[in-house]
C-alpha cells in the first residue's frame, strides 16, 4: 500500500524559513515525478513545483527563487526548503506522487504552514 507522509510544518514569522519532508512507502519512489501543492482555506489545490524522476525542477512563479524542491531516492523522501516566507505563503501543504507511464498517483495527508506578519 502506498503512502506519502508530510512532516516539517509550523507557525513561523514572515521572513523565516522552513523545510517539509515528505516520506514515501510502499512504492518504487525513484519511478515517481514528486510534486508540492499548497491549499489555503477557501481557495483551490495549486501547483508549488515539480522534481521530475531525473531531478529536474519548475516552480509556481509566487515561490521562484524562496523555495526549492529536492528528493533523495535512497531514503525514499521529497523536500521543500522554503525560505524568505510570505503571509499569502499560508497553507496546508501536500506532497504528490505521479507515475505517468501507468497513470498512478498517490497524495500524502498534509502538513500545516503558518506564516504571521
Known amino acids: 500500500q502506498a503512502q506519502l507522509v508530510e512532516s516539517g510544518g509550523g507557525l513561523v514569522q514572515a521572513g523565516g524559513s522552513l523545510r517539509l519532508s515528505c516520506v514515501a512507502s510502499?512504492?518504487?519512489?525513484?519511478?515517481?515525478?514528486m510534486s508540492w501543492y499548497r491549499q489555503a482555506p477557501g481557495k483551490q489545490r495549486n501547483l508549488v513545483g515539480t522534481?521530475?524522476?531525473?531531478?529536474?525542477?519548475n516552480y509556481a512563479d509566487s515561490v521562484k527563487g524562496r523555495f526549492t524542491i529536492s528528493r533523495d531516492n535512497a531514503e525514499s523522501t521529497v523536500f521543500l526548503q522554503m525560505n524568505s516566507l510570505k503571509p499569502e505563503d499560508t497553507a496546508v501543504y501536500y506532497c504528490?506522487?505521479?507515475?505517468?507511464?501507468?497513470?498512478?498517483?498517490?497524495w500524502g495527508q498534509g502538513t500545516q504552514v503558518t506564516v504571521s506578519s
Open positions: 504528490h506522487a505521479q507515475y505517468s507511464v501507468a497513470t498512478l498517483n498517490y
Open positions: 510502499g512504492m518504487t519512489f525513484s519511478r515517481y515525478a
Open positions: 522534481i521530475s524522476t531525473g531531478g529536474s525542477t
